[in-house]
């Protein structure tokens, strides 16, 4: 298709906006479809990757007895003759004869015949060196599966690997995990009018996408090189056509910043139809942020790619982020759709009409309260710099205070299971 056919098609007149829970259904959907192939991973590796099939021990835990203090194994009533050690590591020879003990470390092995364990500093010794004491009425052991039974599930697939789940899998008997590859994703900054050093002047602006957007994308489990991260990039369909087509030939997600509407500059519609992409959403019904898309490619061999057009004003983009890259990246990544929680308005919050207005608030989670943030213009950062996710008012409605709403949370750290 020439770059002149792409424009013209372009110009068809869009769909009426998505509602902002339809569209993130709708992402999360052919995200979920296209889910990242599973891959084998080594414990050391698999951080930050998604289990792609659930965890199940391959052993009960504990696969033994095991002592869970330091102490005396003992057989019959006291005082007990010591007639040898078991530390960790090592097997246990039986206790077979009643009045006799070894010292035991915790973690070891408990010796079969023992009929309790009596921890170190509850016991004494006699005058001719036996082990005294009182052993406490319940077991100082842990029993083969305990914990957990051989084959039984343990995590779902879908679940996030993080070190404490990487701890588990060792614990079970694991080497490797089968996983979702974490997605890569690239992103292309779009305007002339973009500096990337310095202070604004003279008709420009410092470009705040690029350096932000590769850092959320990383804290929604991400893999973004900084050689992924392109631009400004000219202001040509040409120019545009070229860096989405290089973007996509080794990136699964790439996101755009500006370029969303139909203005005399913005190329980013008619360069998905030069590429032949469809998309999945085209506007979204959400104040701030309107201006947003997901679309999709698919090559010939059943490769699927996505391309999620932010809008250029920052807080609208990082909207944009939450609303359909979150969701997407979820899907992608064979993970649960993000379940919302709710908050308690501690002050009024405006409606948008007919549209979903996402709002800023900082969450006090000890109390369970959101309270509005000023400065959140749609080209305004300081607020969101001190916000810890945004309110949902649905269309038609107003926040008042003591209703209880969605909050989507901001994924402040990466890693953090709050999307």
Known sequence: MSTETAAAAAQVAAPPPAGW?????RVYAVGRAAAL?????????????????PLTTRTDLPAFPTSSVDGWAVRGDGPWQVVGRVLA?????????????????????????TTAVLRVE???????????GRPRPSPEWRQPGEEACAGEELLPAGTPVDPA????????????????????????????ELLTAGPPGAGRVRDALGPAVPAWLRRYGCQVRPADVVGPVADTLPA?????????ATADLVCTTGGTMHGPVDHLHPTLAALGADYV????????????????????DGRVRFVAGLPGNPQSAVVALVSLVAPLLAGLQGRPMPVLPEVTLAEPIPGRGDYTHLALVRWDRVAGTAHPLRHVGSAMLRGLAGADGFAVIRPGTTGAVGDRVPIVPLPLVPGERAW
Not at 21 to 25: G, M, P, T, V
Not at 38 to 50: C, S, Y
Not at 103 to 110: K, S
Not at 180 to 189: D, S
């Open 165 to 192: 789940l990487i701890g588990l899998a060792a614990s079970c008997g694991h080497d490797t995990l089968r996983v979702h590859r974490p997605p890569r994703a690239a992103l292309l900054v779009f305007g002339d």
């Open 122 to 132: 509850e016991s004494t010794r006699t005058a001719d060196g036996r082990v005294d």
């Open 21 to 25: 829970e339809e569209a993130r259904s």
């Open 89 to 113: 590591g090592h097997t246990a020879s039986p206790l077979t004869t009643d009045g006799t003990t070894v010292e035991i470390a915790t973690g070891a092995m408990v010796p079969e015949g």
């Open 37 to 53: 192939p599973a891959v084998d991973r080594a414990l050391a590796d698999a951080d930050g990757h998604t289990l792609a099939e």
């Open 240 to 248: 545009h056509v070229a860096a989405l087509r290089g973007a996509l």
């Open 281 to 300: 959403v085209n506007t979204v019904a959400v104040r701030p942020g309107f201006p947003m898309l997901l679309a999709r490619l698919v090559d010939d």
